[in-house]
């Protein structure tokens, strides 16, 4: 395995719900990152934490909440969100920054909006 | 916005033939990696480029870059049905760009 889990693998939701999703990463890395997968679209960056501090937030909505309580685990809380937000959520860590590391990714939480 | 643009969209080739991805971008770079995601699974980093590199290997994969033509090539040698993958080129300059992938199919 990749040394990045992700839970849960699936999550259909109603918009008015909230929901995490959880990412815990087994590498020893100090940087962990959430991107979003939208079919034929690029992989998007969505948020950056290096040693739990967020440094990057691209534009995402409010609806969107990272949290990071120490270098293993990253959460993304997820409330009121819209149908537009279904897609392939994925967490990936690495050591250093990403600009000038390879990332190790997770497997992603495939999210379904109704 | 999307930086890198892989070309083609799509490839199918016959298992033993090698396979050709290119990749362009616009700005510059402080590196270039290729990844691989399978069906329904994360992303797998296969090799990182940095901008002073011309060629690198890694076992049947070679990757090229120019930088004065902004384009990465990744060559697959010999290839074998467990390819069948989409393979992504990202760029790392101010920020890490992705982009959309080729849908690469390795027919047994």
């Known amino acids: 395995e990749t040394g990045v889990t992700q839970t849960p693998r699936h999550l259909v939701m109603g918009m008015t719900n909230k929901k995490s999703l959880k990412c815990e990463q087994h590498l020893g890395h100090n940087a962990m990152y959430w991107y979003k997968q939208s079919a034929k679209k690029p992989l998007e960056l969505m948020f950056v934490y290096n040693f739990k501090e967020q440094t990057e937030n691209n534009s995402v909505p409010s609806r969107f909440s990272p949290e990071c309580p120490n270098s293993s685990h990253l959460f993304l809380h997820l409330h009121t969100l819209q149908p537009e937000d279904s897609a392939l959520y994925l967490c990936?860590?690495?050591?250093?920054?990403?600009?000038?590391?390879?990332?190790?990714f997770g497997d992603g939480t495939r999210l379904s909006i109704l | 916005s999307q930086q890198g643009e892989e070309d083609p969209q799509a490839l199918s080739i016959q298992e033993g033939e090698n396979a050709t991805m290119n990749c362009s971008y616009k700005?510059?770079?402080?590196?270039l990696q290729w990844y691989r995601q399978n069906s329904g699974r994360g992303l797998v980093h296969l090799i990182l480029?940095?901008?002073?590199?011309r060629e690198k290997h890694s076992g049947r994969l070679r990757v090229t870059l120019d930088t004065s033509k902004k384009s990465s090539s990744l060559l697959i040698t010999a290839s074998r049905a467990a390819d069948t993958a989409s393979y992504f080129c990202a760029t790392a300059g101010g920020d890490m760009r992705f982009g959309a992938g080729t849908r690469l199919t390795v027919k047994p």
């Open positions: 700005t510059s770079i402080n590196n």
């Open positions: 990936a860590s690495s050591q250093g920054s990403l600009l000038d590391q390879p990332q190790h």
């Open positions: 480029i940095r901008s002073n590199e």
